[in-house]
């Protein structure tokens, strides 16, 4: 199975809602994207609490050594 690279998978993400953000500002009544937007904007958000706290924790396991 191959890893996944949780950045990577961020800024796709990230990428992946600008370009929603630019459909939805040209017909602002499409309901269906302000939904994507919401849950890949959800995503991301959870997506960066797990990169912070990695990466808090890789900062505390080379301080205890």
Not at 16 to 21: A, D, V
Not at 41 to 46: F, H, K, V
Request: a negative charge; proline letters at 2%.
């Amino acid at each position: 199975m191959e890893e996944i690279d949780e950045q990577t998978l961020h800024d796709q993400l990230k990428m992946k809602l600008n370009s929603l953000h630019q459909e939805f500002r040209k017909d602002p009544s499409n309901t269906c994207l302000a939904l994507e937007i919401k849950l890949i904007d959800d995503l991301i958000a959870s997506l960066s609490n797990y990169l912070a706290t990695e990466k808090a924790r890789s900062s505390g396991d080379s301080i205890a050594r």
